[in-house]
T-cell receptor
Framework: AQTVTQSQPEMSVQEAETVTLSCTYD???????LFWYKQPPSRQMILVIR??????QNATENRFSVNFQKAAKSFSLKISDSQLGDAAMYFC?????????FGAGTRLTVKP | DSGVTQTPKHLITATGQRVTLRCSPR?????VYWYQQSLDQGLQFLIHYYNGEERAKGNILERFSAQQFPDLHSELNLSSLELGDSALYFC???????????????FGEGSWLTVV
């Protein structure tokens, strides 16, 4: 089974600074999709960004961007100009065809 | 609003009881996924249905079962409930993989289950 590893249980960033959350995964597939989801205290799962494995270009959504290294099976999330509203749990996820697997999550704290 | 609807939003029940959680996927989505999230834990994949058929099964207990109906809504049945079953149960949906948006999964707001 595919596994997703987030090695940083907690991260902290100063408001307006940049932070990078790490994610690695294990798969034997060549075509798959990777996601970052944000879960604020309300517990709602909010899609932040997604990356298709066949695309070499890193995905970007406003202040959020990824560093996708397919050979290294690495998929990190960079949050620029951090805002207080970015404080949440962030989950990395791998999706291929029939199922979607999540990492254990990284709790991000934003300091004013 | 993701378009995925889950009911009930909150449920409190006693040990040994049985409950049914319901999920209506986004319009046109054929796939439904169920996840369990215990307090301060990650999301555990339970089961995936595609157009009425079971496609993948995760760490789903034998006391739990699910189905997807012809109108594509899905139900997750939890029986002989134990205290440890208290969790947030998410339903998520995605379209057929051949479509533009087919490879994004959208989550409902979850059903909070408390077993006392």
């Amino acid at each position: 089974a595919q596994t997703v590893t987030q090695s940083q249980p907690e991260m902290s960033v100063q408001e307006a600074e940049t932070v990078t959350l790490s994610c690695t995964y294990d798969t034997s597939e060549s075509d798959y999709y990777l996601f970052w989801y944000k879960q604020p205290p309300s517990r709602q799962m909010i899609l932040v960004i997604r990356q298709e494995a066949y695309k070499q270009q890193n995905a970007t959504e406003n202040r959020f961007s990824v560093n996708f290294q397919k050979a290294a099976k690495s998929f990190s999330l960079k949050i620029s100009d951090s805002q207080l509203g970015d404080a949440a749990m962030y989950f990395c996820a791998y999706f291929n065809n029939n199922d979607m697997r999540f990492g254990a999550g990284t709790r991000l704290t934003v300091k004013p | 609003d993701s378009g995925v609807t889950q009911t009930p939003k909150h449920l409190i029940t006693a040990t040994g009881q049985r409950v049914t959680l319901r999920c209506s996927p986004r319009s046109g989505d054929l796939s439904v996924y169920w996840y369990q999230q215990s307090l301060d834990q990650g999301l555990q994949f339970l089961i995936h249905y595609y157009n009425g058929e079971e496609r993948a099964k995760g760490n789903i207990l034998e006391r739990f079962s699910a189905q997807q109906f012809p109108d594509l809504h899905s139900e997750l049945n939890l029986s002989s409930l134990e205290l440890g079953d208290s969790a947030l149960y998410f339903c998520a949906s995605s379209a057929d993989l051949g479509t533009v948006s087919g490879n994004t999964i959208y989550f409902g707001e979850g059903s909070w289950l408390t077993v006392v």
